[in-house]
């Protein structure tokens, strides 16, 4: 076994998720702000679905689900749950249908791909996704001081990535960026909690505003953002 499949061997006890396929309602808004649209009837795929929340979510919002992943208890209960399955390595597979898809989600999983296979499965979620489908990327900031410690916090991640890198490597496929940005900003449910996190951001807001104007820059520095990419109506050359 190698040191990679080792780390992932385990991930999910590493990870401390709890109960497949569970969210709860602060999850929820969460992951409809950062969706976009309401999942009911979507063909919905998540890459490297974890512990299953938003493929849960959307499922029990009347969403057609379906997962990629390759840890071994993910994939045993995605099976445990009747959640089909996509080959993890689909862009090299085919196993993507053209056209089938209405969104694709991958929340912090880019990070951990070879840079060399991340526009081949770019070109194949392109080809995968309906005119209109969108792509969903959540990723460690690499381009912000800020995003360090998402980005070394698991020794599975491999690249930082960027809004400009991102989009580099989709060159050619049709999918285009029409969204980015921290990370969706949601109700905890809790008064006290929600205004802790109001100062918080706002003194983000003003540090970031500090920074910039020394650096003479606009790049975002939140820790984790977010991509949203679209698919054009008409695919270019490269992605057919």
């Given at each position: 076994?190698s040191?990679?499949?080792?780390?992932?061997?385990d991930?999910?006890?590493?990870?401390?998720?709890?109960?497949?396929f569970r969210w709860n309602?602060e999850?929820?808004r969460?992951y409809?702000?950062e969706l976009?649209?309401?999942?009911a009837g979507l063909?919905?795929?998540e890459?490297?679905?974890g512990?299953?929340?938003?493929?849960g979510w959307?499922?029990d919002k009347?969403?057609r689900?379906?997962?990629?992943?390759i840890?071994p208890?993910?994939?045993?209960?995605?099976?445990?749950?009747?959640?089909?399955?996509v080959?993890?390595d689909?862009?090299?597979?085919?196993?993507?249908?053209e056209?089938?898809l209405?969104?694709?989600?991958a929340f912090?999983?880019f990070e951990h791909l070879?840079?060399?296979?991340i526009?081949?499965?770019?070109?194949?979620?392109?080809?995968a996704l309906?005119?209109?489908g969108?792509?969903?990327?959540r990723?460690?900031?690499?381009?912000?001081?800020f995003?360090?410690d998402?980005?070394?916090a698991?020794?599975t991640?491999?690249?930082?990535l960027s809004?400009a890198?991102?989009d580099q490597?989709a060159a050619g496929t049709?999918?285009r960026t029409?969204?980015?940005?921290?990370t969706?900003?949601?109700?905890?449910g809790?008064v006290?909690?929600?205004?802790v996190r109001?100062?918080?951001?706002?003194?983000?807001?003003?540090?970031?505003?500090?920074?910039r104007?020394?650096?003479a820059t606009?790049v975002e520095?939140a820790p984790?953002?977010t991509?949203v990419?679209?698919?054009d109506?008409?695919?270019?050359?490269e992605a057919?």
């Open positions: 076994m040191e990679t499949s080792a780390l992932y061997a991930y999910d006890a590493w990870k401390g998720w709890g109960e497949p309602a999850e929820g969460y409809a702000a976009g649209r309401n999942p063909d919905i795929l890459i490297g679905f512990s299953g929340a938003f493929l959307a499922r009347g969403a689900v379906m997962g990629a992943e840890t208890a993910s994939v045993a209960a995605a099976q445990a749950a009747q959640i089909p399955l080959a993890p689909f862009e090299a597979q085919g196993a993507l249908a056209n089938s209405d969104a694709v989600v912090d999983v070879d840079p060399a296979t526009p081949a499965k770019l070109a194949a979620i392109a080809r309906r005119p209109g969108v792509l969903v990327l990723y460690p900031n690499g381009q912000s001081p995003g360090l998402p980005l070394h698991d020794a991640h491999i690249v930082a809004r890198k991102i490597y049709g999918l029409i969204r980015y940005g921290a969706a900003r949601v109700s905890s809790s006290a909690r929600d205004a109001a100062l918080r951001y706002m003194l983000r807001g003003l540090h970031a505003r500090f920074i104007f020394v650096y606009d520095l984790v953002v991509q990419m679209t698919r109506a008409e695919l270019r050359g057919r």
